[in-house]
């Protein structure tokens, strides 16, 4: 499976973006996905995640209530809003398949990742 993330750009302060994550196959219909990012000098943290079919979301504190996770099975793709940005969210953002139905906070539960695309908000 490989995944290809879009979407990020040079935004400032206050506004949106939405990111896609489209998988080359199917498969990952039947599996959870996430969105992680990692900022400059930083370790990769957990952003959100969703299960299979949309029905089980999983956010990080830090974005919860602006961003929003989601998917659509037909199109193998899985979305990220991202409202309200602040430049503490500057970072790759990287979306992976998980290994199960369910999606995850740990990075060692995903078995695919895309190549990342680069969020920069500024002040």
């Known amino acids: 499976v490989q995944l290809q993330a879009s979407g990020g750009g040079l935004v400032q302060a206050g506004d949106s973006l939405r990111l896609s994550c489209a998988a080359s196959r199917r498969t990952s219909s039947n599996n959870g996905m996430g969105w992680f990012r990692q900022a400059p000098g930083k370790e990769r943290e957990f952003v959100a995640s969703i299960n299979w079919n949309g029905g089980s979301k999983l956010y990080a504190d830090s974005v919860k209530g602006r961003f929003t996770i989601s998917r659509d099975n037909a199109k193998s793709t899985v979305y990220l809003q991202m409202n309200s940005l602040k430049p503490e969210d500057t970072a790759v953002y990287y979306c992976?398949?998980?290994?199960?139905?369910?999606?995850?906070?740990?990075?060692?539960?995903?078995?695919?990742w895309g190549q990342g695309t680069l969020v920069t908000v500024s002040s």
């Open positions: 992976a398949v998980a290994r199960s139905a369910w999606g995850s906070r740990s990075g060692n539960d995903y078995q695919y």
